[in-house]
């Protein structure tokens, strides 16, 4: 197996099946690391004052800014802020919907999701 397929690239690789998404997105915790790839690329930016540096955490999900001690998560200021769904579905609906090619309807998608 390629070990490339288990670590993916933040806006380089992508999941080609199914089978590769659920290996690459299996827990919260590599969803959410995933996304601080994506938003974090080059090392956490605190929001407030714009430290650059490394962030210790708080809890599992908060990050913490070594200068200021202000408090942020990777899904602060983006469309999954305070929603109640799990990444990991979220996720999976963003894959479903970009890998068919008629179209999904909303039935559809909660059918395929389980919601």
């Not at 197996?1 to 993916?8: C, S």
């Not at 996304?35 to 004052?49: A, D, H, I």
Request: aromatic content about 12%; charged content about 20%.
């Amino acid at each position: 197996m390629d070990i490339h397929t288990l670590a993916p690239t933040p806006g380089k690789d992508y999941p080609q099946t199914w089978n590769e998404f659920l290996d690459w997105f299996a827990t919260e915790e590599a969803c959410l690391a995933y996304l601080e790839r994506l938003r974090w690329s080059q090392g956490f930016v605190c929001p407030r004052c714009g430290c650059v540096g490394d962030a210790y955490r708080a809890t599992r999900t908060r990050l913490m800014c070594p200068s200021c001690q202000h408090q942020s998560s990777v899904t602060a200021g983006t469309i999954f802020e305070k929603t109640r769904t799990p990444l990991r579905v979220w996720l999976a609906a963003a894959w479903y919907l970009t890998n068919q090619k008629q179209g999904v309807s909303a039935l559809g998608l909660q059918r395929v999701l389980g919601l």
